[in-house]
């Protein structure tokens, strides 16, 4: 079980971390293009992908503790 959380942590951090950096990206593409260099676009970019990434985590590991439906036998 421990194992198996390691690696829900591990696809948590990478997922997150991921996201973030696309934002940031997007974010600061916006901030070129459209924005004139504002650092606003790169921030909101960077938040909104790190709320992403936390939002997946905490469903995730929410998950653990839902009973899955082929656990349930019928009566």
């Not at 079980?1 to 974010?27: N, S």
């Not at 650092?39 to 995730?60: E, F, R």
């Not at 998950?63 to 009566?75: C, F, P, R």
Request: charged share 15%; proline share 1%.
């Amino acid at each position: 079980m421990a194992e198996a959380h390691g690696r829900q942590w591990d696809r948590c951090l990478a997922d997150t971390g991921v996201k973030t950096v696309i934002g940031l990206g997007v974010g600061f593409m916006f901030s070129v293009l459209f924005f004139k260099r504002r650092t606003w676009p790169t921030a909101l970019g960077s938040g909104l992908g790190l709320g992403m990434g936390y939002a997946n985590c905490q469903h995730d590991f929410r998950a653990l503790h839902l009973v899955q439906g082929a656990a349930v036998k019928d009566q």
